[in-house]
T-cell receptor, first 116, second 113 residues
């Protein structure tokens, strides 16, 4: 079974600075997808970014980018120019690529605080 | 707004009772997933339906059941409720395909007293 680990329960960053959230995963599969979801105080789960394992290029969405290291099974999220609205719980998630419609396996989450 | 709707937003009930949570997927999405988020278990996959058929089961208790109707909305039924069932229950939907991404509804917050 796949597992996802987020080793940083809490992180903080100054507004306008850059922060990196860590995620590692364990799998024997070669084809899979990785995601970062954001959960603000409203508790809504919001997709931040997605990475396909077969792509070598790291995904980028505006101020959010990932560092995907397939051999190391590492998938970190970098938030640049942090804003107060980025404060949330961030979850790393894994989905198998072997079958369509696979479940998401989530990490424990990292609570990000943005200080003004 | 993800396009996935869930009702009710909040639910307070007593132990031993039965409740039904409802989910309407995004337009065009055939797959519906149910997840439970609790303080001690984190975010866990419960069950998935695809076009009316059960596709995958996760850590779903026997007291829980789900179904997906012809109009693609889904219901999660929780019975013989216990205090430990108090959690946030999410529904997510996706289109079919290997690059599919799951989009989450706002969740139903269940409190069992």
């Amino acid at each position: 079974a796949q597992t996802v680990t987020q080793s940083q329960p809490e992180m903080s960053v100054q507004e306008a600075e850059t922060v990196t959230l860590s995620c590692t995963y364990d799998t024997s599969e070669s084809d899979y997808y990785l995601f970062w979801y954001k959960q603000p105080p409203s508790r809504q789960m919001i997709l931040v970014i997605r990475q396909e394992a077969y792509k070598q290029q790291n995904a980028t969405e505006n101020r959010f980018s990932v560092n995907f290291q397939k051999a190391a099974k590492s998938f970190s999220l970098k938030i640049s120019d942090s804003q107060l609205g980025d404060a949330a719980m961030y979850f790393c998630a894994y989905r198998s690529g072997e079958t369509s419609g696979s479940r998401l396996t989530f990490g424990e989450g990292t609570q990000l605080t943005v200080n003004p | 707004d993800s396009g996935v709707t869930q009702t009710p937003k909040h639910l307070i009930t007593a132990t031993g009772q039965r409740v039904t949570l409802r989910c309407s997927p995004r337009s065009g999405d055939l797959s519906v997933y149910w997840y439970q988020q609790s303080l001690d278990q984190g975010l866990q996959f419960l069950i998935q339906y695809y076009n009316g058929e059960e596709r995958a089961k996760g850590n779903i208790l026997e007291r829980f059941s789900a179904q997906q109707f012809p109009d693609l909305h889904s219901e999660l039924n929780l019975s013989s409720l216990e205090l430990g069932d108090s959690a946030l229950y999410f529904c997510a939907s996706s289109v079919v395909g290997l690059t599919e991404t799951q989009y989450f509804g706002p969740g139903t917050r269940l409190l069992v007293l």
